[in-house]
């Protein structure tokens, strides 16, 4: 197929939609090949719906978000009951911050097929956003369906309307450090209010000796290497699926306080800094810091590059030696809120549902952490003018910020 895709449309054996299915295949391992396939393509048949879909979608996860919004709506435009394109469109508007736009688009590829557990899913991303957690949390669990979440167990998973009463609930690790952090919060709401005899909680092997100390688990464990290994326990329930079993809402906020708990290292230092994240997150571009920033005073770096293998029990212990962590979203900032520490978290303007989007610079997850976000997308220096004033003022020392002599992303 790829030796084919060389010769692009010149070969007039070549049928279109070979050639649309040759370029998506590209996708990956040659994108620049890919968009040339495609535009040729629609140089060729400019309303070729299947180009104008693929292509969008290929721009919506290279980050080109009103490029892939400009070629969706063109595909709309020639078939208006096309549901998977509403679907990507409104995945698009979301990645934008257009959040009524991008569930009027995903309400409209469900009018059009009332069973597409994608829009459902796609849909619950701006939910979150706007604050609308009981349908937000409702249609997150359709990535399920969809088959972006996992489901790994043969025991029956509870979704909060069975009885668990003096079951054994078993509550696993799904998506990054800083999920489960933030997860495990929910347990002593989950215990409250449907009296299990026992919960165990199941993490990244990297956060066992962290977790171990939870008050309010019975049992921690690690993520084991063989997903269907056999397990005792009764019903199952995933981290990121405690939201919607629980029917959280915000005012059910902070489920726990001060949760984590480590022995101080005692340091000259007193602030925590950590600017980047795991260059694995899929959204590490817009949330790691890759330029030089000092503060002024004297500082310790947490987490990094290298989170996945960090020692996390390692850096609580700094953390609680600390009065006060700034960090990008990432780990290192649900570690802080957990632990009761204060913590300046960097944000973008497009950020996580977590983050900013309810008017407070406090977020219901941790009463200890202050939002720092970007007035404009991409634009960090402004932030980091403030960071540097307000810890200057907040340490007593009389300088001016050089944030003019950075060059920032």
Same mark, same amino acid.
């Given at each position: ?6 010769? =692009? ?17 590209? *996708?990956?391992? @040659? ?24 292509? +969008? ?11 892939? #919004? ?27 911050? @257009? ?20 829009? *459902?899913?796609? *849909? ?23 088959? &972006? ?33 933030? +997860? ?18 199941? &993490?990244?092997?990297?956060? &066992? ?8 688990? $019975? ?8 997903? =269907? ?35 101080? &290292? ?14 694995? =997150? =899929? ?5 790691? /810091? ?35 962590? #700034?960090?990008? $979203? ?21 950020? $996580?549902?977590?983050? +900013?989007?309810? +008017?407070?610079? /406090?977020?219901?997850?941790?009463? *200890?952490? #202050? ?39």
């Amino acid at each position: 197929m790829a030796d084919a895709t060389e010769q =692009h449309l010149d070969n007039q054996e070549m049928d279109v939609d070979d050639a649309v299915l040759a370029a998506w295949n590209l *996708r990956d391992s @040659d994108p620049v090949k890919c968009e040339t396939v495609f535009r040729e393509v629609l140089n060729a048949r400019p309303n070729h719906r299947d180009a104008l879909r693929f292509f +969008g979608v290929f721009l919506s996860k290279a980050g080109r978000y009103h490029e892939a #919004i400009t070629l969706l709506k063109r595909c709309i435009a020639y078939n208006s009951a096309d549901a998977a394109a509403w679907c990507d469109l409104g995945a698009a508007y979301s990645k934008i911050g @257009d959040y009524p736009a991008s569930i009027a688009a995903c309400n409209r590829a469900l009018e059009i097929a009332p069973n597409m557990p994608s829009a *459902r899913y796609n *849909r619950a991303t701006p939910l979150l956003c706007l604050g609308d957690w009981e349908n937000g949390w409702k249609d997150y669990e359709y990535g399920k369906v969809a088959g &972006v979440r996992v489901q790994r167990f043969l025991q029956p998973e509870w979704c909060g309307w069975s009885p668990i009463e003096g079951k054994t609930v078993y509550v696993w690790a799904e998506q990054g450090f800083g999920d489960q952090i933030m +997860g495990a919060q929910l347990i002593p709401i989950l215990r409250e209010r449907f009296k299990p005899a026992r919960v165990i909680l199941e &993490v990244n092997r990297e956060l &066992v000796a962290l977790m171990q100390g939870l008050e309010f688990v $019975d049992e921690v464990v690690a993520q084991p290497d063989d997903r =269907h290994e056999p397990m005792l326990f009764d019903e199952h329930v995933s981290l990121m699926s405690l939201p919607a079993a629980l029917s959280l809402k915000q005012s059910d906020l902070p489920g726990a306080v001060e949760y984590i708990k480590a022995p101080a &290292v005692v340091s000259e230092a007193k602030v925590g800094l950590c600017l980047r994240g795991s260059p694995a =997150h =899929h959204d590490d571009a817009n949330r790691s /810091v890759f330029d030089a920033f000092e503060l002024p005073v004297p500082y310790v770096e947490l987490g990094g590059t290298k989170q996945a293998g960090m020692d996390w029990l390692q850096t609580a212990q700094i953390i609680a030696g600390l009065d006060l962590v #700034i960090t990008v $979203d990432t780990g290192v900032v649900h570690l802080a809120g957990a632990m009761g520490v204060e913590a300046w978290v960097l944000v973008p303007k497009l950020c $996580d549902y977590r983050w +900013g989007q309810y +008017g407070s610079d /406090v977020p219901q997850w941790y009463p *200890r952490v #202050i939002i720092c976000q970007q007035d404009i997308q991409g634009d960090w220096k402004p932030v980091f003018s403030r960071i540097w004033e307000q810890c200057a003022l907040r340490y007593g020392i009389p300088t001016s910020s050089p944030i003019e002599d950075y060059a920032y992303v």
